[in-house]
Structures are given as C-alpha cells and as structure tokens.
C-alpha cells in the first residue's frame, strides 16, 4: 500500500500544525444567566470531558502534564461530570462532531453550575452553544472520522490546557517537537510497524504499556476494534503484573503480546518493570513483540507510537477484509439510544 492508502495519517503533521497555530483566547469572565464563569483564577484541576476519539485527547494530554503542573488532570467518558467538580475547575468539553450526546450534557452541567467551559469541535450543537452563551470555542479542522482527527483534538486541546495554566509556551514546544515524531513514524512505518499486521491480524492482543504512556495502549485499542474490528487488551505496568499476567501460565492459541518501550522509561522504575515481564515472557516461552518508541518527550513518544500503531491497524482491517472507515455497531447503538432519550 502506498502512504496515500492509509486514510488521513499522511496529513497528521499537516492537521497537527493547523490546529496548534489556531489562537486561543480566554476572557476573564463570562456572564451566563446569573452564573458568572471566571477564566481568570488558579484552579484546583482539570477535566477533559469527551467520548472516543475526542476522549483519547484528554488522555494523551494528561499523560503529557501530568509530571508537570501540580493540579490533576481528570479525563471524563461518562454522561455526567463528577459530582465534586465546582467552580473551582476548568472543564474542556471535546466533541469532533459537536454533537455528542455526552458531551453536550456535561457542557450544559457547567452552565448550570458555573463552572468555567472551553469547548473544541468541528462545529455542531457545542459550538452553537457555546456562541450562544459567549463561553470560549475551538473549531478544528475536519478529518474523514472523528479518530483520525486526533491531531486536530489532541493539540488544539494542549494549546488550551497550556494556555488556562499559564504554560503555553513550553506546552508550544512540546508540542511542536512532537509533530517530528509524527514524520518520523510516517517514515518509518514500513520498517518499524508494518511486518506485525500478517502477525495481529485474526488474533486477540494483549499490549502492555507503562503506566506513565497509558494512553497510547488505550489509543492502540480502539484503532484496533474500529479500524480493524478485533478484540484487544490493554496491560497497565505495574498494575498488569498483578492480575494479567498470570494468565500466561497457559499457552493460549491465537494470542499476540505486544510489549512498549520508550527512552523515558529505560532508566526509571517503570523500566525495571518492562525488563521484569518480558524476562519472565520469555521464561514462559511466551513469544511477544517489543515495540521501541521514539522520542525526546512523553508526548513525542506517544504521538510516535500512536501514528505507527494506527497506520498499523489500517493494514490489518485490510488482511482480514473489514472497511476500516465504516463502525456500524457504534451507529446502531447511537441510533438507538437517541431514539430513547
């Protein structure tokens, strides 16, 4: 296959820049009804509330500052926002679509409560209430579906966090190193990721990812059930030697482990971890593939591996002849939910 074949990926650095370079401005304070939402205050956390593609943003946003900020970062996948979420938060209410259900209702929570609101979308029902109600709004560029618009979600929601926390600047330069390792992964796909789709393709994997890069684990997941349609678990070191890897005891047929591995874990802890689970595969005489990240940062490595990953899945849903465009699954249940609601 050619790189023009795997859908948008080749346009992910491209997608990535735009959407870094879109300005964001927060006020002060917004007056909505009689709630007022301040901007302008040292907050006690943040929380990225969206669903699928536009979840995983918040996901790779936390593992990328996590380290670096003192407040937590808390991601949201449900219908409702925590009940200890007040005023004293920031909420970043991400929707591809602008339509998302979920989302809609936890950005209608916030105005309810008054707590501060920065929405990102493509457009939809979240833009047109956030212009309504004159609280802060990213419109992003579209992508052919809402997972293969990450770069579009991951940074434009980066450049937000950075600029509520008044780290934008460094945020930028993370940032923009990162879109590096997105070429690179381009470029080293057919070397690095390509030979492992014969090797996943009709079998269940099992990826085991260090906890401080969850996300990419996660992100490896869903590409694989919406790309290529097949079951996937995701092993969080340390957690997984506690529960997962007893299973490894038996020899289990159609099975394919893959194991992460990234320079900012080498020499930490975590590393040690890694290094223990796959001596003791391999004492198992259990076959895995490592995969070696690449990367001056957490979030480089991230965006190195999820674009690797994710190209990777395209080739599998092609091997075993599934459209990975189309999820008809997740349509029928949208429908039918709304239908109900």
Same mark, same amino acid.
């Given at each position: ?104 209702? #936890?950005?209608?929570?916030?105005? =309810?409560?008054?707590?501060?609101? !920065?929405? +990102?979308?493509?457009?939809?029902? *979240?833009?047109? /209430? ?104 995701? #092993?969080?070191?340390?957690?997984? =030697?506690?529960?997962?890897?007893? !299973?490894? +005891?038996?020899?289990?047929?159609? *099975?394919?482990? /893959? ?83």
């Amino acid at each position: 296959m050619s790189l023009s074949e795997y859908i948008d990926y080749p346009r992910w650095p491209q997608l990535a820049e735009e959407s870094l370079r879109i300005d964001v401005r927060l006020p002060e304070k917004v007056k909505v009804g009689e709630k007022e939402l301040t901007y302008s205050k040292k907050f006690r956390g943040i929380v990225i509330s969206g669903m699928g593609g536009s979840g995983i943003a918040g996901d790779i946003v936390r593992d990328t500052l996590q380290d670096m900020i003192d407040i937590p970062i808390i991601v949201n996948k449900d219908l409702h926002l925590p009940s200890y979420v007040n005023d004293d938060y920031l909420v970043v209410a991400i929707s591809y679509s602008g339509n998302t259900a979920e989302t809609i209702r #936890c950005y209608e929570s916030c105005i =309810e409560k008054g707590i501060p609101v !920065i929405t +990102i979308s493509t457009g939809g029902k *979240l833009r047109e /209430l956030a212009e309504r109600n004159g609280t802060p709004h990213i419109t992003i560029p579209k992508a052919t579906a809402p997972r293969y618009g990450l770069p579009c979600l991951l940074y434009s929601c980066l450049r937000a966090v950075g600029k509520a926390l008044s780290i934008e600047d460094k945020v930028l330069s993370l940032a923009e190193n990162s879109i590096n390792y997105m070429r690179k992964a381009l470029d080293d796909y057919p070397t690095r990721f390509k030979a492992l789709a014969d090797k996943l393709a009709n079998k269940f994997t099992m990826i085991y990812t260090p906890s401080p890069i969850a996300s990419l684990g996660v992100r490896f997941k869903n590409d694989m059930n919406e790309n290529a349609k097949q079951p996937v678990a995701v #092993c969080i070191i340390p957690e997984s =030697e506690h529960n997962d890897l007893a !299973i490894h +005891i038996r020899e289990i047929e159609n *099975l394919e482990i /893959l194991v992460v591995d990234a320079p900012s874990i080498r020499n930490t802890e975590h590393g040690v971890h890694v290094t223990a689970l796959m001596k003791v595969l391999e004492e198992l005489g259990r076959r895995f593939h490592k995969i070696e990240l690449e990367g001056d940062s957490r979030l480089s490595e991230i965006v190195y591996g999820v674009t690797g990953l994710g190209m990777l899945t395209i080739d599998i849903a092609r091997i075993v002849g599934v459209d990975p465009v189309k999820i008809e699954a997740i349509d029928r249940v949208k429908k039918y939910v709304t239908s109900r609601s």
